[in-house]
């Protein structure tokens, strides 16, 4: 078998890490002062990209709920994203997370008609789409103009199909609140 097999394979014995140290001026295992500016850089990268891009949103997740309850009418694409993400079924039997996300749905559609729309229609492999559609069939609360809201999202310029699903649902709850 080779050496360098048996190296990468086993992992070097004694005898081989003395000689591999002593041909290549490396105590032990340290890194070389040369390296560690480098090592330290590559962590920062890795640390701040995992910040960045690697959250991962939760199904039922009341922290992204409190967030785009602060950002309501003021919300960024990424944030509506984020929230449409929570919505699963899952989730159904959360009452707190099931009476807030919806109430946070139509509050973003009477404030953020288009981009919502817009979100929805761009994430819509990624959502769970039937659940926000059951949500906008079942309005909780009766603060937002429903009627409103549809004749908003009838202006918006998005896939037929998914506007006429969603406007079916928002007609199904003006039904049901009037």
């Known amino acids: 078998m080779l050496s360098s097999f048996n190296v990468w394979f086993r992992g070097q014995d004694e005898a081989s ?3 591999h140290c ?6 032990g295992n340290a890194p070389t002062k040369n390296m560690r500016p480098l090592i330290s850089l590559l962590t920062i990268l890795t640390l701040t990209t995992s910040a960045l891009f690697g959250q991962e949103i939760k199904k039922c997740d ?3 709920l ?9 919300a960024k694409q990424k944030e509506i994203t984020d929230f449409l993400l929570t ?3 899952e989730c159904r039997n959360n009452i707190e997370y099931s009476e807030w996300s919806n109430e946070l749905l139509f509050s973003l559609l009477d404030k953020q008609t288009d981009l919502t729309i817009k979100t929805i229609e761009k994430e819509e492999k990624r959502i769970e789409i039937e659940e926000i559609l059951n949500d ?4 909780i609360h009766d ?8 004749t ?3 202006k918006v310029k998005i896939n037929k199909d998914l506007k006429d699903k969603i406007l079916e649902r928002l007609r199904t709850a003006d039904g049901k609140t009037n």
């Open 17 to 19: 890490k003395a000689h």
């Open 22 to 27: 002593a041909n290549t001026n490396v105590v």
């Open 62 to 64: 009341g922290a992204v």
């Open 66 to 74: 409190s967030m785009i309850t602060d950002k309501i009418g003021q």
């Open 87 to 89: 919505f699963g079924q």
């Open 136 to 139: 906008l069939s079942e309005p």
């Open 143 to 150: 603060m937002a103009n429903i009627k409103d809201i549809i």
């Open 152 to 154: 908003r999202v009838e």
